[in-house]
């Protein structure tokens, strides 16, 4: 089972992106503190598709508290100096806003 849920503020704008086949997604990373009593925090990249980047584009800033549901997933490229890259990151199957957009 690859199932991940996690509350977090997000750490930049996410910014909505359109493919050449005129589908929607944002990529965004979401800061989450280990627990309340450390200053222990976790990034995780993450990426919305559609209506779900939409939401995330039009309701959410820097600091937006959210919540998410989705998958981890994991790819590879090789870079610009034939370097191999790893990635991983969730794809999000669901959203909860927690907080207000600022204004």
């Known amino acids: 089972m690859n199932n991940v849920n996690l509350i977090g503020r997000i750490v930049s704008k996410p910014e ?12 965004f990373t979401l800061a989450i503190s280990r627990n309340h009593n450390s200053d222990d925090t976790d990034f995780i990249r993450c990426v919305a598709w559609d209506k779900k980047a939409d939401v995330l584009n039009k309701y959410t800033d820097k600091g937006s508290l959210i919540g998410i549901n989705g998958e981890i997933r994991s790819s590879n490229y090789e870079n610009t100096k034939g370097e191999k890259v790893y990635l991983t990151e969730v794809n999000v199957s669901s959203i909860k806003l927690l907080d207000k957009k600022a204004n």
């Open 16 to 27: 909505l992106v359109t493919t050449q086949t005129n589908k929607t997604y944002t990529k």
